[in-house]
């Protein structure tokens, strides 16, 4: 916005006379760089808010300068919205914050499961392939700034191979990839190559779930099914925590590159990620 010039110390020593012989200045209202333009109703409406009283030039003042609208969590990072339209997309037996009505027997509190070892077996698979089409994405990089994510700490396939061929010792036929893990897979691919911001989106949700309402998945199925072994599915080597701070720290950095809107959209794939993840999850209790 254009801004009038304060007059200079020195025109305060002029006398009287050189006052009324000079000319009235004439005021010049010029943009600065990559502001715009100001109109002549603009003008018009200054001059009109200097000659209102002080409290309604003040209200109008105000009316005109609204503040930034900021979203939930914004002031932490970008991250940090992701988890508030996360949660509220939980329901209340999975998260206090959770807004969403149970609908399937997935989304009950994890202790109201009735888990199959063959159904546990079709998630393991699906879930391999999911990770496996994660982190190919991320090596492949078909945007520079996803090589940001390779070797994060948080890959996942390496450990489901292991899993596997550990239920494969004992006995248990290992199936095929099924339909809601290979639409998955596919899905993601897809949104890698066109899409940045919904794929981050994914991303974010597919490994940060899985390390925290995951895990009391695992837990709680391994008590039924497993006789208590804790599968490598759920280990990490090193600090859980630390991990999950790095690539938050990253998903930040990438995000402040972003306009509003490139944001609001990657918020808006939440949704998919959910039903995505969801289709994939209720396999346990098939």
Known sequence: MASLTTV?????FLSKTQL??????RVSFRPRPGTGFLQ???????????NMPRKAAVVAAT???????????????????????????????QAKEGEKEVKGPEERAVTKWEPSVDGYLRFLVDSKLVYDTLERIVEDSAFPFYAEFRNTGLERSEKLAKDLEWFKEQGYNIPEPSSPGVTYAHHLKELSETDPPAFICHFYNVYFAHSAGGRMIGKKVAE?????????FYKWDGELPQLLQNVRDKLNKVAENWTREEKDHCLEETEKSFKYS?????????
């Open 40 to 50: 002549r109703g603009s003008f018009r409406a200054a001059r009109g808010i200097r």
């Open 278 to 286: 969801g289709d994939i999850l209720r396999l346990i209790l098939s």
């Open 63 to 93: 009316t005109a300068e609204k503040p930034k609208k900021r979203y939930p969590g914004e002031a932490k990072g970008f991250v940090e919205e992701m988890r508030f339209v996360a949660m509220k997309l939980h329901t209340r037996d």
């Open 8 to 12: 200079p110390h020195s025109a305060c």
């Open 224 to 232: 039924k099914l497993l006789d208590n072994k804790e599968l490598e």
């Open 20 to 25: 009324s012989e000079s000319r009235p200045a």
